[in-house]
């Protein structure tokens, strides 16, 4: 498979064992990226990406580092991000959907769990990979100008996309805690960007909010093919999404094609939140 080059340096993907995290893993392989840092909770998921990337024969495929760990364990975060000398692209795609149940029925163990992955891991993630791509020189733009003096205007010392939810947007029944998480991170990386994005930074942070996508995370989300049937009933474009689909948008969130898109929630979802 011949690679093309959108991107250059290295790239954190967390949530990477599978799914979404398995599939920009992937794309940015594709893409051209030159050093990978994968880490989710099941190694063995993690193995199984590398060896997908590596059955694809690139030209100049990456050196992929794999670091299994818990995102909600401040230990595990130090140790991480200790791994990890220099840093270009972070793409926070560890999430858990958490339990189904009513607001009167919910627990406060499930409260936690789901926000000590779902918002607090990705903070803390968030938190260390600004610290390190701070360090970085403004990379000006590659790819096609009408002036030179185009690339340094829209250089960057580095992109992080966070993985939301069309979730995050609009409800679900059963779903207020998970919802919420989703939010939390809209609005995080709404007001990072407005911190980062600007001189001195010029680092872009955005969100992908994807919606009904074929991953096992997904699918286990829904109870029975009726529900399934519902949620895509309530799609426009009458299908279930790709991951593919969400990581060629990451891909593009990373690169300097999208050099003026910042703070941004970019749905990608077949227009559910349209309907």
């Not at 954190?12 to 920009?24: I, P, Q």
């Not at 989710?40 to 992929?64: A, H, M």
């Not at 560890?94 to 009513?102: D, F, Y």
């Amino acid at each position: 498979m011949a690679s093309y080059k959108r991107v250059d340096g290295a790239a954190l993907v967390t949530g990477s064992g599978s799914g979404m995290g398995r599939a920009v893993s992937v794309v940015l392989s594709v893409a051209g990226i030159t050093r990978l840092y994968l880490t989710d909770l099941n190694r063995t998921g993690l193995e199984e990406t590398k060896s997908t990337i590596t059955s694809l024969n690139l030209p100049s495929p990456p050196t992929i580092s794999l670091i299994p760990g818990d995102i909600s364990s401040p230990a595990f975060i130090s140790s991480l991000f200790s791994q990890i000398p220099q840093l270009d692209y972070a793409v926070n795609c560890a999430g858990i959907m958490g339990e189904t149940a009513l607001t009167t029925e919910a627990t406060l163990e499930g409260f936690d769990k789901l926000n000590a992955v779902n918002y607090r891991g990705l903070w803390m993630c968030v938190k260390e990979e600004l610290k390190l791509m701070l360090k970085n020189d403004i990379t000006p733009y590659t790819g096609f100008t009408f002036s030179p003096s185009e690339s340094q205007r829209r250089g960057q010392r580095g992109s992080i996309i966070n993985i939301a939810s069309q979730l995050g947007l609009v409800g679900k029944t059963q779903a207020a805690i998970y919802t919420a998480t989703k939010a939390a991170v809209l609005s995080l990386t709404r007001s990072d960007a407005i911190d980062y994005s600007g001189p001195p930074h010029h680092i872009r942070i955005n969100s992908v909010c994807p919606g009904v996508i074929e991953t096992p995370l997904t699918m286990n989300s829904y109870e029975g093919t009726d529900g399934l049937e519902k949620a895509v009933g309530l799609t426009p474009m009458g299908r279930i999404g790709l991951p593919s689909e969400v990581a060629d948008t990451v891909v593009w969130l990373c690169s300097g094609e999208s050099s003026f898109v910042t703070g941004s929630g970019v749905v990608v979802d077949g227009g559910y939140v349209i309907h």
